[in-house]
């Protein structure tokens, strides 16, 4: 099974961009990259997805390396709203959920 | 909005116990999935159905049974409740559109 590999955490200030990378060098050519995000005593919630072309909606941005062995979620602007575990997963027939990244945000 | 159910938010069993968890979904979704979550782990898959009385073992099946016998609803079966169950088990459902709807998740603590 194609994996992934995230930081174990990551720091960023209130209102300031933050970047989450995501590593995935097994990819195959069929695997969907998803980011997932979990916030407190609540379920995992999506937040976006991409197969080859870089992403945007109104939650955040997905920037997918050309050769789609990493990609990175981009949050514009951070806000406290924003802390959670952020997952990067690849989804072909089923999904498998790493540690993925706890994001603080500091005011 | 999809919402996806689960019949308890917390559950104290004792060990040996037969425990059901139930999870709900109402959109209609095909596909549903049973994961459970522990500290430094993340979401393991347990079992997963791409339809109904259909039922596939995901990476952790042993001591768990499902069952599927309506579209929108899967059941997590603990056939004997053992101390190392005790987690928070999460329920989740997709379309064909790939993209997974989870529940509140239930914390279930196993004496």
């Known amino acids: 099974d194609a994996k992934t590999t995230q930081p174990n955490s990551m720091e960023s200030n209130e209102e300031e961009p933050v970047h989450l990378p995501c590593n995935h060098s097994?990819?195959?050519?069929?695997?969907?990259i998803h980011w997932y995000r979990q916030l407190p005593s609540q379920g995992p919630e999506y937040v976006i997805h991409?197969?080859?072309s870089n992403v945007n909606n109104r939650m955040a941005s997905l920037a997918i390396a050309e050769d789609r062995k990493s990609s990175t979620l981009i949050l514009h602007r951070a806000t406290l709203r924003d802390a959670a575990v952020y997952y990067c997963?690849?989804?072909?027939?089923?999904?498998?959920f790493g540690a993925g990244t706890r994001l603080t945000v500091k005011p | 909005d999809v919402k996806v159910t689960q019949s308890s938010r917390y559950l104290v069993k004792r060990t040996g116990e037969k425990v059901f968890l139930e999870c709900v979904q109402d959109?209609?979704?095909?596909?549903m999935f049973w994961y459970r979550q522990d500290p430094g782990l993340g979401l393991r898959l347990i079992y997963f159905?791409?339809?109904?009385?259909?039922?596939e073992k995901g990476d952790i099946p042993e001591g768990y049974s499902v069952s599927r016998e309506k579209k929108e609803r899967f059941s997590l079966i603990l056939e004997s409740a053992s101390t190392n169950q005790t987690s928070m088990y999460l329920c989740?459902?997709?379309?064909?559109?790939?993209?997974?709807?989870f529940g509140p998740g239930t914390r279930l603590l196993v004496l």
């Open positions: 989740a459902s997709s379309s064909s559109e790939e993209t997974q709807y």
């Open positions: 097994t990819i195959s050519g069929t695997d969907y």
């Open positions: 991409g197969l080859t």
């Open positions: 997963i690849l989804h072909n027939n089923d999904m498998r």
């Open positions: 959109m209609d979704h095909e596909n």
């Open positions: 159905s791409y339809d109904v009385k259909m039922k």
